[in-house]
């Protein structure tokens, strides 16, 4: 059972990030209901979130789960609050008895030096000590957690029709805690994102 990263925020919201090694018939065996996805390693992905529910909170009822027009799955009777992500060979999911929760998980790759310009403001550069188009070598990460940071607020709100730029400012990176502050404008919400650094994977997550 490879769990790579577990994280018991308090009594009531878990995360956990599972590397995926096993095959499709592992997770089908432990994962109900699932939806259809044709490409087969973006449906071991898919099954392997789901997977990360169960694992996280036992008696995580999948069978309720429902898919928003937005694309986001929910539990229509909020028995739980929930987020799924994946990468590579990586699902990550965070689960919550009572508060909206989001999360995203990222491996770094040099692309982002040139795409970072489009999410990321010129005052977040500044803050952020980025120079654009040059994240420089082996710094990818960094730029990375600031996208990945403003994919967990996307997915915390639920709703899409989200500016990057201008709606999910980042404010001000805690390095010790291991946090960013924003201001969502969408929601008028002030939103504390936490963030992890491993070898080749980002993680970001919201609750609030
Ligand atoms: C929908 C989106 C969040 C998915 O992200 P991704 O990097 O492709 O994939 P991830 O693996 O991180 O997340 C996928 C999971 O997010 C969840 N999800 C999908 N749509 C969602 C939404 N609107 N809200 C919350 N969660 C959502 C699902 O659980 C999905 O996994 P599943 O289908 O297996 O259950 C992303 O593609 C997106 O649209 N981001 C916004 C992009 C944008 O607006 N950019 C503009 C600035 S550059």
Redesign the pocket.
Known sequence: MPIFFQHQINDDTRLGIWKIEETEEFFKGNVPLH?D?THPHKRL??LA??FLLQFLFPDFPYELIQI?D????FLPNEQYHF?????GDYAAAIVSRDKRV?I??EIPVEKIGT?MY??LTAKEHEIFSLIPGNPGINSYQEPTILWSA??AV??W????G????KQIQLLKQNEGAETIECFFSKSQSDLTIHYRRFDHLVLAWVMS
């Open positions: 939806r996805v992905q898919h979130g789901r928003a937005t694309r986001k799955p987020s799924i992500s994946h990468c989001g995203d998980v795409v489009k999410f403003k994919e996307f997915k709100y639920g709703d899409g989200v500016d990057f730029r």
